[in-house]
């Protein structure tokens, strides 16, 4: 993108109004921001790679997490805040211990097991492929389970988490 598409995109920015954040003050356009954006830490690799077996090794996830714990230490220090910190690419290289995987992107829900292994896709909250409503998934992790349920943003809005979540996320 040149340097006078991207002035195109933030030009069409100003005007609008954002209800997402919840200070008054971040609700409408105020000029210039900045985000960052992080890629790839694909926990696993460095082991994989530096054993030369990346289509079985990965195992270990210690250099991964230490560059990550790094990055968000390096960002939390930045002076003025970003607005928000976007991951992208792959996150995991091999999954020790990982039984529930969750992506979207494919603008409806989905989901199939493998080898003791769920994945989760998550439709959209903007424009739906399927038959989904708008909306959010819910995960709730306790050292038992990991329980899962999309909601309609209506939904969400209106009701908020169901009860049996409630209670998962409030055990100790």
């Given amino acids: 993108m040149s340097a006078a598409e991207a002035g195109g995109v ?6 609008r109004t954002l209800d997402a954040f919840p200070a008054e003050k971040e609700s409408e356009w105020k000029g210039p921001f900045y985000f960052i954006l992080g890629a790839d830490p694909q926990f696993g690799l460095m082991k994989a790679w530096s054993t030369g077996d990346c289509d079985n ?24 805040k970003p607005k928000f910190f976007v991951l992208c690419g792959d996150l995991i290289h091999a999954m020790p211990g990982v039984k529930v995987v969750f992506s979207g992107h494919y603008h409806r829900n989905a989901g199939g097991t493998y080898q ?20 959010l998934r819910v995960v709730v992790v306790t050292a038992e389970k990991i329980v899962h349920r999309y909601y309609s943003l209506d939904e969400l809005s209106e009701k908020g988490i169901e009860d049996d979540l409630m209670a998962l996320i409030k055990k100790k």
Avoid: Y
């Fill in 10 to 15: 933030f030009h069409r920015a100003r005007g």
């Fill in 57 to 80: 090794g990965g195992d270990e996830w210690e250099q991964e997490i230490r560059l990550t714990e790094q990055a968000v230490q390096a960002i939390n220090k930045l002076n003025p």
């Fill in 116 to 135: 003791n292994l769920d994945m989760v896709v998550s439709s959209a909250i903007g424009c739906q492929l399927g038959r989904d409503p708008h909306g």
